[in-house]
């Protein structure tokens, strides 16, 4: 049964509105480790359908797409609905169909891949870890390859495709000398295996693991922070995405609730929801409710512009989506950026690390998810660090901790902008530096 007889079926069924989505998912994947240990093919596909009998709503989700299953799953959605309490907020669902022109999202070569296509990427990868350093070793990695297909249609229209690909590997090294042991790793994401920088990664993950096989502890105080532009795409959406979302908003769950219009970072920095660019990793023809993406300004030179809105959060204040519905087959739509883009500066990361006195630049963290996005205050662990002393790299250091509010970082605490962004899926961001950042040694 395809999205627009579900859609038929429940309205059938007493359905005054109904909506269908139909997502298909084929994924090729190595596992790696000292060399290519398995590999593996999934295909799966999923459907849900979300109903409403009034002001009372249900949405069910299933993995059985055959005509039967997917009836199943329109028959319970109407069901629960009927006995579902009316939520007085509830308007209608999204009554603008349609696609946005966006290029670059899907690479056929890459939908097609098969193991022994992913085979010499995989060996670039394992080679380039000793050519990083001779006694590297790659301990744990993944190659994988995926292609998406999601079908949306509701009672006012469609339906709507569209398609995605993914590349991503991952590279773990290790390096053991004198009892001693060093770790570090990298990786590499891109819409199409062709454009994945297996051997950077490599010899990045292998000379890295070198350098951390002495690294100290990090002394406890007050420092110049560098974070580099893979830590500032890890924090980024942690902290961002949860509160630029309408719902949170409305809910009391963001700290930027009534702040619209003022001044919230520093006017070095601009925050893009890149929902319709070309070429980026997260940007989509249309959102989770089929309507049109476009791309926002959120922050503008440090002046918060807007918020993220499906159709629900639109409704409730009487304004347009903006084109960011999200969700899981058998989950509500919720509001929340496609792509974050911070736009890069102009200094470079060696210029950067020159204009720092006495200052630790940050190379990876993790533990950044426990941070409390609804106050804003940040917490991540940094694994693999170097001290910074009048202008030059001196020593690598690892455990500690990185405590602040977020906001007051990046408006009074934000020194420099860097120019070199890296693309990750759903966000792009530059080296940053910051003045008098707490860090806690472990």
């Not at 069924?13 to 790696?32: C, R």
């Not at 949405?59 to 579902?84: K, P, Y």
């Not at 890149?274 to 959120?298: C, H, M, Q, V, Y």
Request: aromatic share 6%; net charge negative; glycine share 10%.
């Amino acid at each position: 049964m395809d999205v627009e007889r579900a859609v038929k079926k429940a309205v059938e069924l007493g359905a005054s509105e109904a909506e269908a989505f139909l997502l298909s998912t084929a994924e090729t994947s190595l596992t790696l480790a000292g060399d290519v240990e398995a590999s593996k093919t999934v295909r799966l596909k999923s459907f849900g359908i979300r109903v409403a009998v009034g002001k009372s709503t249900a949405i069910v989700g299933t993995q059985d797409v055959s005509d039967g299953g997917v009836e199943s799953a329109v028959r319970s959605a109407v069901s629960v609905a009927r006995v579902s309490p009316p939520d007085p907020r509830w308007v209608r669902m999204n009554e603008k169909i349609g696609t946005s022109d966006v290029r670059g999202t899907f690479d056929k070569a890459t939908a097609e891949a098969t193991p022994e296509d992913l085979l010499p990427i995989a060996r670039e990868l394992l080679d380039a870890v000793k050519e990083g350093w001779r006694e590297a070793k790659p301990v744990r990695g993944f190659l994988t390859s995926r292609a998406m297909e999601g079908i949306y249609a509701n009672t006012y229209g469609g339906p709507v495709t569209r398609r995605e690909t993914l590349a991503y590997l991952y590279i773990d090294a290790r390096v053991d000398e004198a009892g001693e042991v060093g770790t570090y790793s990298d990786y590499s994401i891109a819409r199409s295996c062709r454009e994945l920088e297996a051997r950077k990664a490599g010899i990045e993950a292998g000379s890295r693991a070198r350098e951390f096989v002495k690294a100290g502890s990090i002394p406890n105080g007050k420092y110049e922070v560098i974070i580099l532009n893979r830590v500032s795409n890890s924090l980024l959406p942690v902290m961002l995405n949860p509160a630029v979302s309408a719902l949170n908003v409305q809910e009391g769950r963001s700290p930027l609730a009534g702040k619209l219009g003022l001044e919230i970072m520093s006017d070095r920095v601009t925050v893009e929801d890149l929902g319709a660019s070309a070429n980026t990793l997260g940007s989509k023809p249309f959102d989770d409710e089929g309507f049109p993406t476009r791309n926002l300004a959120i922050v503008d030179e440090g002046v918060l512009k807007t918020f993220v809105y499906d159709t629900y959060t639109a409704n409730r204040e009487g304004r347009e989506s903006t084109g960011n519905a999200s969700r899981g087959y058998s989950t509500a739509p919720r509001p929340s950026p496609h792509h974050l883009n911070l736009k890069p500066g102009t200094a470079s990361i060696e210029e950067i690390v020159r204009e720092t006195n006495s200052g630790v630049l940050v190379m990876s963290t993790i533990g950044e998810w426990m941070s409390n996005p609804v106050s804003g205050h940040l917490n991540a662990t940094i694994t693999h660090a170097y001290m910074v002393e009048k202008g030059e790299i001196v020593r690598p250091v690892k455990n500690g901790v990185i405590s602040g509010n977020f906001y007051e970082m990046l408006k009074g605490g934000l020194e420099l902008v860097g120019c070199d962004t890296r693309h990750d899926y759903g966000v792009s961001a530059p080296s940053l530096k910051f003045r008098d950042v707490i860090i806690a040694s472990k």
